[in-house]
C-alpha cells in the first residue's frame, strides 16, 4: 500500500499558485518525499522531493512539516500545461521501491 | 540529463505472440530499474524490479514465466510479455535509477500495448 494520502482533485485558476497536499504520516527518519507529475498517457516526470527542509527549483517548491508527517507541493504560477495528475511518494525504506497511491488530478483552469 | 527512452511507443500484437519493451537510460548508468504497468483511469502498479547482472524481483501477485525482465547492462533493461492475451494489454512504464535505486527516479515515456 502506499504510504501517502491525497486530495482525489483539485482545480486552480491560471496565473494563481497551486497548493496540493500530501499526508505522509508514518514516514520514517531517514525517508524522502518525492513528487511527480503524469500528464495524460506519458511517464511520470520528477518534480522535487525532500527530506526535512523546504526545497526550491525551477519548477516548485516543496513545503515539509517540522514532523514531517505533511508536505505541500507549491506550483507558484499554475499554467493550463501543469494540468496532470499529481503524486507524492515516500519510497519503502530500504526497498527504494515506488508505490503509487492515486494522486491529485490537478486541473488548472483559464 | 536524466533521460530514459522506452521501445516501442505503442505496439499492436495478436494474442498468444510475446512482445518485447526496451528500456533504456541514454546518460546515466543506472544498476537498478523498475517495471510498472497502469490500466485507464488506475494509478502505476509496480510489477518488478530490474536488477543489473542478477534476477529481476517481482512484487505479489506478478507473473514471473509471463513477464520476462533481462537487465543486461548498465544501460538496458527489456521486458517481455509472453504469450500475450487482450488483459495485458495495458501501459507499461520503466524508470531507472543510479545509485542502485537510491537516487531519484526518471521515467521513460511508456509503451502502450494492444492484444488483439
Known amino acids: 500500500d502506499a504510504k501517502t494520502t491525497q486530495p482525489p482533485s483539485m482545480d486552480c485558476a491560471e496565473g494563481r499558485a497551486a497548493n496540493l497536499p500530501c499526508n505522509h504520516s508514518?514516514?520514517?527518519?531517514?525517508?524522502?518525499v518525492y513528487w511527480y507529475r503524469q500528464i495524460h498517457s506519458q511517464g511520470p516526470q520528477y518534480i522535487i522531493h525532500g527530506l526535512k527542509n523546504n526545497e526550491t527549483n525551477e519548477m516548485a517548491s516543496l513545503i515539509i512539516t517540522e514532523d514531517r508527517k505533511s508536505s505541500t507541493l507549491i506550483l507558484p504560477h499554475a499554467t493550463l500545461r501543469d494540468t496532470a495528475v499529481y503524486y507524492c511518494i515516500v519510497p519503502r525504506e530500504g526497498t527504494y521501491k515506488y508505490i503509487f497511491g492515486t494522486g491529485t488530478r490537478l486541473k488548472v483552469l483559464a | 540529463g536524466a533521460v530514459v527512452s522506452q521501445h516501442p511507443s505503442w505496439v499492436i500484437c495478436k494474442s498468444g505472440t510475446s512482445v518485447k519493451i526496451e528500456c533504456r537510460s541514454l546518460?546515466?548508468?543506472?544498476?537498478?530499474m523498475f517495471w510498472y504497468r497502469q490500466f485507464p483511469k488506475q494509478s502505476l502498479m509496480l510489477m518488478a524490479t530490474s536488477n543489473e547482472g542478477s534476477k529481476a524481483t517481482y512484487e505479489q501477485g506478478v507473473e514471473k514465466d509471463k513477464f520476462l525482465i533481462n537487465h543486461a547492462s548498465l544501460t538496458l533493461s527489456t521486458l517481455t510479455v509472453t504469450s500475450a492475451h487482450p488483459e495485458d494489454s495495458s501501459f507499461y512504464i520503466c524508470?531507472?535509477?543510479?545509485?542502485?535505486?537510491?537516487?531519484?527516479?526518471?521515467f521513460g515515456p511508456g509503451t502502450r500495448l494492444t492484444v488483439l
Open positions: 508514518t514516514i520514517s527518519g531517514n525517508e524522502y
Open positions: 546518460d546515466f548508468q543506472a544498476t537498478t
Open positions: 524508470s531507472a535509477g543510479a545509485a542502485g535505486g537510491r537516487d531519484t527516479q526518471y
